[in-house]
């Protein structure tokens, strides 16, 4: 058809042929993505692992890449930050009969896993899904078919955000970048709140340290107040026991010189009286 001496081809002949090629091309990779490691496009051996993106990986090449963030499309991996960013799956091996048959047919024993639930096998025609809590693997049909709010598998509870649907179209990932991200905005607002939470306990701590501090100094002026209570009324004592009890005539320790000034001594109150008008009661 064309090229053989003056016909030109039609446009929509070239196009035909290049959408068919794109096409198979698109196939290759779609089943590619479902045999090897997206980091090391090795054959994907367990332990599999995903991110929350929802591409296949082998665990050892996610931990060499994360070692040396070093990757020939180390662009697509930014999103894995650590191990705790990926999910260890449980994956369903194929029964051995059915990969004994499809050596025989195909040539080539391609696809290893199937749903644990309806059967069919992982080999990029059907859509597949793993639980976050889990890292069960089973394919959508079994989720449609089997309404459930438990995984399908092992029964652990999980939510929808929890299901993370394997390479999956361009909108599908569109999708699991938007949930990824408000996933991790919600955990970095609970570790900002906790931590607001943490500082104000600590606040507290130190107003209540203040308070204390205030109740103590109130507590020792008021014990340095009531001894001084004390120690006056006992001044006081003393001294009126000093003026009440205390006279110079009783006094051993007075010589009889020093006692004879006073008008309690014998000599003053023989003393002979002065005239009234020089009377002076202090010399009498
Ligand atoms: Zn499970």
Same mark, same amino acid.
């Given at each position: ?8 081809? &039609?446009? =929509? ?41 929802? +591409?296949?990986?082998?665990? /050892?090449?996610? @931990? ?8 020939? !499309? ?5 999103? @894995? ?8 799956? &449980? ?6 009969? /059915? ?6 047919? *195909?040539?080539?024993? #391609? ?5 644990? @639930? ?21 394919? #959508? &049909? ?18 929808? =955000? =929890?299901?993370?649907?394997? !390479?999956?179209?361009? /909108?599908? @990932? ?8 408000? &996933? +991790?905005?919600?955990?970095?607002? #609970?570790?900002? +709140? ?28 008021? /014990? ?46 023989? +003393? ?11 010399? *009498?």
């Amino acid at each position: 058809m064309g090229c053989d001496g003056g016909t030109i081809p &039609r446009r =929509d002949e070239l196009v035909r042929i290049k959408k068919k090629k794109e096409a198979k091309d698109k196939e290759a990779e779609m089943a590619a993505k479902w045999k090897y490691c997206a980091i090391s496009s090795k054959d994907l051996q367990p332990p599999i692992v995903s991110c929350e993106l929802g +591409r296949l990986y082998n665990k /050892d090449a996610v @931990i060499e890449y994360l070692l040396n963030k070093e990757a020939p !499309n180390s662009s697509l991996l930014s999103h @894995i930050r650590n191990l705790k960013d990926l999910v260890t799956l &449980r994956l369903t091996p194929k029964p051995k009969d /059915d990969q004994n048959k499809s050596t025989e047919s *195909n040539g080539a024993n #391609e696809y290893k896993y199937v749903c644990p @639930i309806v059967g069919l096998e992982m080999n990029g025609n059907y859509k597949f899904m793993y639980f976050r809590q889990c890292g069960c693997v089973v394919s #959508e &049909r079994a989720i449609k078919e089997v309404k459930s709010q438990v995984c399908l598998s092992c029964n652990k509870p999980f939510i929808e =955000d =929890d299901l993370i649907v394997l !390479n999956g179209d361009d /909108d599908e @990932i569109e999708d699991l970048k938007n949930r990824m991200t408000i &996933r +991790r905005n919600k955990v970095k607002e #609970e570790k900002k +709140r906790k931590r607001t939470i943490n500082n104000e306990d600590s606040t507290n701590g130190k107003a209540k340290m203040a308070k204390s501090d205030e109740h103590s100094v109130a507590g020792t002026s008021t /014990d340095t107040t009531t001894t001084t209570v004390v120690k006056t009324s006992s001044l006081s004592v003393l001294s009126e026991k000093a003026s009440k009890k205390y006279s110079v005539k009783k006094d051993p320790n007075a010589t009889e010189a020093y006692k004879s000034l006073f008008t309690s001594h014998d000599s003053a109150k023989n +003393r002979p009286k002065a005239h009234w008008v020089t009377f002076n009661p202090c010399y *009498n």
